[in-house]
């Protein structure tokens, strides 16, 4: 099975950048959707992003329109999220997960995250 790590997380000033990395590993990329979400504390895992790996648009979350951007290499297997204008909200860990591609199910493999903090 596909192998996650996320990795570029850190403590990062409110209107700073980041860049997370997702590195896969073990399976077939074009069997998948693939995606970034964030859990803050005490809240709920959100969609962040998302794509088809072989497909076209990516698709963002209302919340991070305009400011986070997702790129992907097909040759080192590596999704990016590029996150721009960081503000408090952004305080959570980022997993990248994965799922069959047109399925609609929910993703059910993950990495263990990556931590990033916004000081406000």
């Known amino acids: 099975q596909v192998q996650l790590v996320e990795s570029g997380g850190g403590l990062v000033q409110a209107g700073d950048s980041l860049r997370l990395s997702c590195a896969f590993s073990?399976?077939?990329?074009?069997?998948?959707?693939v995606g970034w979400f964030r859990q803050a504390p005490g809240k709920e895992r959100e969609f962040v992003a998302g794509?088809?790996?072989?497909?076209?648009?990516?698709k963002y979350a209302d919340s991070v329109k305009g400011r986070f951007s997702m790129s992907r290499d097909y040759v080192q297997k590596t999704l990016y999220l590029q996150m721009d204008s960081l503000g408090a909200e952004g305080t959570a860990v980022y997993y990248c997960?994965?799922?069959?591609?047109?399925?609609?199910?929910?993703?059910?493999?993950w990495g263990r995250g990556t931590q990033v903090t916004v000081s406000s």
């Open positions: 073990g399976g077939q990329m074009a069997r998948y959707d």
């Open positions: 997960g994965v799922r069959p591609t047109g399925s609609q199910a929910k993703y059910g493999v």
């Open positions: 794509v088809t790996w072989l497909g076209g648009g990516n």
